[in-house]
């Protein structure tokens, strides 16, 4: 086996997952003791804990101006809505695009822009289905708010989901950042909202397939409206 398919299929490994997989390969030797069947059940179920929490890496589009994907997933709406109000930033209604994660998504999440992190604030709340339009108001979040060279503000949301149980954010505020940089993940099933500036129009449509890092998700400096989709 050639070492590029070697890489195509083993990736690094975030930190927060390897405590997960020494948990999830300890039971699995119990489980080969016990009854030898449910030991390949075990493994069957390591390897989806190690390729959950694997991070790849990926190649960020550098033309200034983009905005990339912070989440692998499916944009599941596309909508306006008030960014969280502990960003302090203003109540008029912005674009909202929200990104769907699965238990099969990688959950590494990766900064849209280049810019500074003008705030960061984590809320604790309900852990109900992120694909739900109210899990944005009600579920556990972490928000941030990214002032970028020209002074507009676009803001991030880390929404936990059904089984999602902790939201990792390794930056602060007044941290400086580039696009496509890692800033952190949620734990089992999740959703990134992303509220793009004012008069800023959205590059994909509902049922996307989005890439962390390296779709674009819109263009600051374009003029095209609003993209349509259709399944093919």
Known sequence: MSADIISSVVKPVHREGWPFIGIF????LVLFLVWQPLGWLGVVLSVWCYYFF??????????EGLVISPADGIVSQIAPAVPPAELGMADA???????FMNVFNCHVNRLPVSGRVAAVSYRPGKFLN???????????????????????????VQIA???????????????????????????FGSRLDVYLPEGVAPLVAEGQTMVAGETVLSDLAGEEGPRQGAVR
Do not use: H, W, Y
């Not at 991070?55 to 550098?62: Q, Y």
């Not at 089984?163 to 952190?184: N, P, S, T, W």
């Open 93 to 99: 209604p912005l674009t909202r695009v929200s990104i």
């Open 25 to 28: 390969l300890a039971v699995t």
């Open 130 to 156: 992120a694909s739900l339009d109210k899990a944005s108001e009600d579920n556990e979040r972490n928000a941030l708010s990214v002032e970028m060279e020209d002074g507009r503000v676009l803001a991030v």
């Open 161 to 187: 989901g059904l089984v999602a149980r902790r939201i990792v954010c390794d930056v602060k505020q007044g941290d400086v950042l580039e696009a496509g940089q890692r800033f952190g993940m949620i734990r």
């Open 54 to 63: 694997r991070d790849p890496e990926r190649v960020t589009p550098l033309r």
